[in-house]
Every structure is written in C-alpha cells, then in structure tokens.
C-alpha cells in the first residue's frame, strides 16, 4: 500500500493515477475540509480529465484520510515555499510531513520526496531529521513530479521521469511502481542530481520566457514585431525561443530558479537577471497601459478591465498570477480602479470584479489580456470596438496593441 501525503496539485493526480492502475493507495493531508471534499466525492481544484480519474480510482478503492498510514512506501507532495529574502528554498511543510511519518513507519519504509527541492536539500534538510528521529533504516528517495497544470493527466502517464536513491535496489524498487502507471521512459540516479535537474528544467524555461520578454521590450523600443521576429527565429533548426507575456506565475517556473540564486548568488547570475525580467512584467504591462491611455486621451482608469486572473490559460490556479502582481503594483502606485474579470474565478478575490464576461466587457472601453483563455479567443467579436492591448498576441483584429 502507498500513502500518497499532501493532496493538492500534484499529491491528488498522483494519488488518483496509481489507485486507477492497480495499486493500493491511501491519500493522507492534514487539511480536513479538503478531506471532507474528497470524501464527498469531489475534487478539489478543476483540470481536464481530473474528475473521470478521481471516479476510477475511487471504484479502485481509494481512501482519503487524515490520518498516517504504518505501511512501506510514503509519497510526499507537499508545497516548498521559498523564502522572499533570502531566496533560498524553504523546506519546512516536507520537514514536518517527513517527521508525521516517521512517527509510524515502519523499519526500512521508503520515503519518496516529490516536492521540488533545491539540490542538497534532502541531505541538509531531510537526512538530518531521521538522524535525530534514529532512523537511519528510512529509504530516502526524490522523485520530482514533471507535470504541467492544463495537462497534468496526459503528462503524468506519457512524461519520462527521474528517480534519485541512495542504493540503486531500491532506485529501481521505486522505477517498477512508478511504471505501473508511466508509460515514458524512467531514469534512476543519485538523490542530488535528482533534485538538480528537476530545479534545472524549470529554469531553463524561465531563462528562455525572460529572453523572449527581453527581445519584447527591445522589440517595442525600436517599433519591431516581435512575435514575428520570434517565429522566423524558430524556423532555425537549432532556435526554440519562447513567447513573451505580462509575466511568470504560477509556482514552478516562477519560484525554482530563486533556489539556485539563493544558494549560488555569486554564480547564478543569467537565472538572477532572467528572474528580475520576469518578475518586472507586470510593471512593463502598467506602462504600456499608460502609455496606450495617453494616446487615445482616456484618462479613467475605471474604464480599463484585465481579462484573467490565473497564471495562465485555462487553470483555476492563481498562484503568483501576474494579473494580481499587476494589481498590487497599481495600488502601490496608488491608482485603484482597474476592473478584472475571469471565466475561471468564481469568488471575489480582487476589487472590481466582474463574474460575466459581458458585464466586464460593457463596463470597460480598453482590455487588456492578461491570460489567452479558450473563452476568449472563441469570443474575439465581443471586444470589437474595444481599444485591446493583447499581452499574449492571440487577437486578429485591427488596432491591436502588443507588449
Ligand atoms: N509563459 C510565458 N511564455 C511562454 C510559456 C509560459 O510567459 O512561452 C508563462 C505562463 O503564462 C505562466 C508561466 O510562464 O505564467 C509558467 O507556465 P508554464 O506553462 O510554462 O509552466 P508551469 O509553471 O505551469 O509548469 C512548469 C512545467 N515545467 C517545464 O515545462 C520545464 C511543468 O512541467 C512542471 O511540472 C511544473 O512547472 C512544476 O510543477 O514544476
């Protein structure tokens, strides 16, 4: 049996993906409204094919408690934080689950790490632990997740996969339960390297958005189009530069590359400056606003709406969502008034929210996409008339402004 510990965005699909391909599952958090949810049979945030996976795995015999499970293999999915200071990763939620379960494991358990962690950290952070707690029979491993939010189903049977252990017996112990379900290939390696290269993919797709929001920002100071620069550039057989946008959120590609920063401060320095263009977006997207509104003489911020208010296209999930980055920015700036609308957020989170797209639309004279949501490009005739700064160039309509 697997105790799947910490169920949100990754522990759940992982959780629900083993149970609906034969294997024994119970799903631990220490969050009992989300237990409560679960139990009732729902699930706890929307993503494609989410809902048909939690209905086999629970015909498969899936639990969710709140309890720790005695059995001998843990998986820990829980959030690493890190630390706004000091930039270094914040281990403290896979510290404290780490420690819940070795309160009950039994004598040579594997514990699997699958929270992204900053190379060394299960040596400095995590070994340590089972030092203190006397249990050095615990079979440590770190098998970082791969999946992208939008498509996490698809990823999680088709990605390949990375597997770091101590001892290669159980590396490969590990290997055979994860390709009860994996279709992609699975490596085995050591635990540092594991840890390194999950921080690495991460960050070399916020180095290569950061060069493509450079090449914007050039691109706009000179009056050249840059997406059309960016797809010529592709046609290179060794050239896959990626698009700009208003900025990097969610809580991968946005957060993983500050571990490296942290801990290498003096020898990061491409991933430093790629993360501080990133991160100056939202701020870049304030000033094109500005600047938009000067040229067609408006001067009510009241009647400028942001569409989408996720991280990105077709999630729930806003976690350090540049729609919000940009708002915080405006109130700092002390020029409260901007409108916000999104498909995907039900509740009020923001000031100015609307929860139709034609209300938000007739209420605003400029929009500006913030996030290319399916419900947008099926409606572009809507926003005719509309003075439209389109951050993601996803709108074919004449009088379009860029980024
Ligand atoms: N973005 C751009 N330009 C692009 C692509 C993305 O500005 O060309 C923006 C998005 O709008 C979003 C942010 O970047 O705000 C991140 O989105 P994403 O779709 O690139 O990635 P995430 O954060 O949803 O998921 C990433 C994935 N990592 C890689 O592709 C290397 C996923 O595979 C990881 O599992 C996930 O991080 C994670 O959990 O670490």
Redo the contacts with the bound molecule.
Sequence with gaps: MINVIGLG??GLPTALMMASHGVEVIGTDYNKNLITTLNMGKTTFKEEGLNELFKDAICAGIKFTTEYQITDTYIVSVPTPYDKFSKKVDACYVVSAVKDVLRVAPKGAILIIES?VSPGTIEKSIRPVLETENRTDINLVHA???????NMVY?LLH?NRTIGADEKTIGENVKDLYASFCQGEIVVTDIKTAEMT?VV??T???V??AF??ELAKICRHDNMDVYEIIKICNMHPRVNI?????????????V?PWFLVGDYPSLAKVIDESMKT?DG?PDFVLNRICEIMKEKDMFDITRVGLYGLT???N?D?MR???TLQLLESQERHLAMGLKAYDPYITKDVVKNQYHSLEAFLNAIDFVVVM??HNEIKENVSMLKNKIILDC?NIINLPGVYHI
């Design positions: 965005y990754i992204t970082p997740e791969r999946i992208i939010p939008g990823e990605n999950k993919e991460n070399f797709r916020a290569n958005i493509a929001n990626l698009q700009p946008g208003p900025g990097v959120g969610g809580h991968c590609i946005s993983d990133n977006m991280y990105k296209e999630v999930d350090e969502s540049p996030v290319k993601h």
